[in-house]
Every structure is written in structure tokens, then in C-alpha cells.
């Protein structure tokens, strides 16, 4: 099992961004997708997730509004973007199916 993630951003804020997970050595719609951030010298963020099987998608309150989450069962490939970013939003980025996880992606939203 592989997840492999799309490579550094950097936004200014008030952009948005688009992060990718694309996964292999499984069948994509087996396992939930959930993405997790960790900011710089905080503890791990829970998201939401998303099933591939059937599209079902759960936010976490916190970022209800401004996070989507999409995915591309032709090519195993999930998605998370956020909008409105603001410095706080400033991460490493992790897709993961609890069994594997994706290399992070920093994500850092500066002016």
C-alpha cells in the first residue's frame, strides 16, 4: 500500500490550494480517506475523510466551509482542497488510509 502525495505549496493569504493523494498496491475504494495536518509544533489535526467507494464525505467542524474533498477513482487519486487560507493554515498535510500514510505535503501561506 502507497500513498503519495503532490509536492510543496506556498500561497499567499486568502488563496486556496489543492493537495493530492495518489494511492497503489490496493483497490482504491476499499478504505476510507482521511487527511490530518500537523502545523509547525502542534500535535496532529483531524480533517474529515472521504470514501472512494461511495463518495460519503465528513468534515470536521472546524474547517466545515472552506475544505472539500474529491476523488478520482479512475486514476486512486484523492484530493483536499482549502480555501481562504490564512497563516494558521500553515502544515504539513497527510493523506492516509490508517493502514498507510502519504510523505506530507508543506503547505505554507505567507505574504
Known amino acids: 500500500v502507497q500513498l503519495v502525495q503532490s509536492g510543496a505549496e506556498l500561497r499567499n493569504p486568502g488563496a486556496s490550494v489543492k493537495v493530492s493523494c495518489k494511492a497503489s498496491g490496493y483497490t482504491f475504494t476499499s478504505y476510507y480517506i482521511d487527511w490530518v495536518r500537523q502545523a509547525p509544533g502542534q500535535g496532529l489535526e483531524w480533517m474529515g475523510r472521504?470514501?472512494?467507494?461511495?463518495?460519503?464525505?465528513k468534515y470536521a467542524q472546524k474547517f466545515q466551509g472552506r475544505v472539500t474533498f474529491t476523488q478520482d477513482a479512475t486514476t486512486s487519486t484523492a484530493y483536499v482542497e482549502l480555501s481562504s487560507l490564512r497563516s494558521e493554515d500553515t502544515a504539513v498535510y497527510y493523506c492516509?488510509?490508517?493502514?498507510?500514510w502519504g510523505q506530507g505535503t508543506q503547505v505554507t501561506v505567507s505574504s
Open positions: 492516509t488510509t490508517g493502514r498507510a
Open positions: 472521504i470514501s472512494p467507494e461511495d463518495n460519503d464525505r
